[in-house]
């Protein structure tokens, strides 16, 4: 049952939604991931909505209503400043989902962090790990997550509005390498030179675990792969261990992993750091749809548009913003990032923004 704390939430919520926005926006990125003449390009501005519940981070974890409040925050926000989010929520358990699958250890910070995984550090356990196979997805946090997304759907449930406008993303299952490496530690990367055939063989083991949670996913949250909410896909393939490799080793051991999750689910890739070494092969990648730079300081944004224009790949969530002349070359099939400190300083930088464009 719900406390009433949540259920005031969601009734705030639903009374702000504006399912007409939601729907232009959606429009708006849809024209803007085709590459399309649009009206401007894409902003979200994160901001903290005003009078709302704030946890800690242990609470958030503890608890899946706290988790929904927490989750929804931005949704709140986006619906006072009328940015162009496309509202979602996710089971939002951190970057070692995955890993705890494979018995890796679940470290909870002092601070504001989400939790993290530790490496195992052993490469016997890595043998003994690919000789097992999937391993169980109800395993470590797994059923935590399921949980959570069924909690939400059910939840979500006498809430119309909601149910319309705001989706629920895929949990954050990182990508083969992303995730190999965590499990493994860095040593991974040694391997790579000293026994390449088990680096394939775990990496294929971990893209084979992240499709199969990713379908477990799917059969609660009902969102079809192929009518996603967001034109740019349902599947978020992090690539950040990839910027510790060169091109050569990129094209080897990465690369062909994430391209098996793009052609069996298609979406996008993230990326945090310095990727100039293989991100021209990235975007070549088969049935990507957007690429995410989180870092745009290390990167020329009118060579990578140009570049990505070309591979019919969005850029989203730029986050450094343009110059005026930059502007005149980026008109469509890009995205940006902004923050402010309350709704009222959000709504003037979204505004200055879309009315320039």
């Not at 706290?66 to 925050?73: D, P, R």
């Amino acid at each position: 049952m719900l406390r009433p704390e949540t259920q005031r939430c969601l009734e705030r919520i639903e009374s702000a939604l504006d399912p007409a926005h939601v729907t232009q926006t959606r429009h708006l990125w849809s024209d803007c991931q085709r590459y399309q003449p649009i009206s401007h390009l894409p902003l979200i501005v994160f901001c903290p909505p005003p009078d709302y519940p704030q946890f800690s981070m242990d609470e958030i974890q503890a608890d899946m209503q706290k988790m929904l409040i927490s989750e929804l925050a931005h949704v709140l926000a986006a619906c006072l400043v009328k940015d162009d989010t496309l509202p979602s929520i996710r089971a939002n358990y951190g970057t070692g989902i995955l890993p705890s699958l494979f018995g890796c250890e679940i470290k909870h910070f002092d601070h504001e962090t989400l939790p993290a995984a530790l490496p195992l550090h052993d490469t016997d356990r890595i043998r003994a790990h690919i000789a097992a196979g999937v391993p169980d997805l109800r395993g470590g946090l797994g059923g935590r997550v399921l949980d959570t997304v069924a909690f939400y759907r059910e939840a979500l449930q006498p809430y119309p509005r909601i149910r319309e406008c705001v989706a629920i993303d895929l949990a954050d299952t990182q990508g083969p390498l992303d995730a190999a490496e965590i499990i493994w530690g860095s040593e991974i990367f040694a391997s790579m030179y000293e026994e390449p055939q088990l680096v394939h063989d775990f990496l294929s083991l971990i893209t084979e675990t992240i499709s199969a949670f990713t379908r477990a996913h799917q059969a609660i949250d009902g969102i079809p792969f192929h009518q996603p909410p967001n034109p740019i896909g349902r599947v978020c393939v992090r690539e950040d261990a990839g910027v510790m490799l060169s091109g050569r080793m990129y094209d080897e051991f990465s690369k062909p992993y994430t391209q098996r999750l793009l052609e069996e689910f298609g979406g996008s890739i993230h990326f945090c750091g310095d990727g100039k070494a293989w991100w021209r092969s990235l975007i070549r990648a088969r049935n990507l749809k957007a690429v995410n730079p989180y870092q745009g300081q290390f990167y020329d944004p009118v060579a990578m548009h140009t570049a990505c224009r070309d591979a019919g790949v969005m850029i989203w969530q730029w986050t450094t913003g343009l110059t005026p002349a930059q502007r005149e070359h980026i008109r469509t099939g890009f995205t940006l990032i902004q923050w402010a400190a309350d709704v009222d300083t959000a709504k003037q930088q979204y505004d200055q923004w879309s009315q320039s464009a």
